[in-house]
């Protein structure tokens, strides 16, 4: 995935669970890096105690993160 982030990406919300066992929180750090390096606006949000997908309250936590975020790119 990295290979194909270039400065023309839209802005991007990466959201990863720290609990994650499949994927590591290493591969969003990368991602979110290969933005920043591009120049493309992105945010990073690591759920506390997520694991791969998550529901409930860690859900209505990042669906607040995005409402953020979509608030922070259409000013």
């Not at 929180?25 to 606006?41: M, N, T």
């Amino acid at each position: 995935m990295l290979t194909y982030v270039s400065s023309d990406d839209a802005p991007t919300l990466i959201v990863q669970g720290d609990a994650d066992p499949i994927v590591e929180v290493a591969h969003a750090s990368a991602l979110a890096e290969a933005f920043k390096k591009a120049g493309v606006p992105h945010r990073l949000y690591l759920v506390p105690g997520g694991g791969h997908g998550w529901k409930g309250t860690q859900r209505q936590e990042t669906d607040r993160v995005l409402d953020v975020f979509l608030a922070e790119q259409f000013r």
